[in-house]
């Protein structure tokens, strides 16, 4: 049962590189598939709604301190979303929609940043669970079935 807390915890915390630290404390790969899956749920559940509240009390402290008049020209700002990550997120979004974002966003940018980065980008939010957690089922199936080869073919357990 440790065994288990600990491979929820290794979920929540590394998200699909959890699977061979599941397989690693001796757990059935089903087992410990589940258990990665529990793990980054939860890990997607909170780093969803923290970063929708987070973005939504920034948003109501940028109103505040600047108003914007309606017809007036937008200020040059800055965006948070111009890093190189940022723009690789908005250009999966573009190209592939939620569904996309939601299915590729796992592999390309881990668990907790795919996440923060499709709130950010002001995603539909059960949407973007839904979909980020049919990516983390592939990408944590992919990894325990290549796990899985890579110890059978050396003979490690």
């Known amino acids: 049962m440790l065994n288990f807390a600990w491979a929820v915890l290794a979920g929540f915390a590394l998200?699909?590189?959890?699977?061979?630290?599941?397989l690693?404390?001796?757990?059935?790969?089903?087992?410990?598939?589940?258990?990665?899956?529990?793990?980054?749920a939860g890990c997607l559940l909170s780093a969803v709604f923290a970063a929708g509240w987070l973005r939504t009390q920034w948003l109501v402290r940028r109103s505040k301190r600047r108003p914007v008049t309606a017809g007036s020209p937008p200020e040059n700002r800055r965006n948070r979303l111009d890093?190189?990550?940022g723009?690789?997120?908005r250009r999966v979004v573009n190209r592939y929609g939620?569904?996309?974002?939601g299915i590729i966003?796992?592999?390309l940018f881990?668990?907790?940043?795919?996440a923060m980065l499709g709130t950010?980008?002001?995603?539909?939010?059960w949407r973007l669970i839904g979909w980020l957690m049919a990516g983390v089922t592939l990408w944590c199936t992919v990894m325990l079935l290549a796990s899985e080869a890579v110890i059978d073919a050396f003979g490690l357990m």
Do not use: E, Y
């Open 110 to 114: 881990g668990t907790w940043g795919s």
């Open 87 to 89: 723009r690789r997120a």
């Open 105 to 107: 966003g796992p592999a």
């Open 24 to 40: 690693s404390v001796s757990l059935a790969p089903p087992v410990a598939l589940i258990a990665v899956l529990l793990g980054a």
């Open 120 to 125: 950010a980008l002001g995603l539909p939010r």
């Open 83 to 85: 890093s190189p990550t």
């Open 98 to 101: 939620v569904i996309g974002f």
């Open 15 to 22: 998200g699909t590189p959890a699977v061979p630290f599941g």
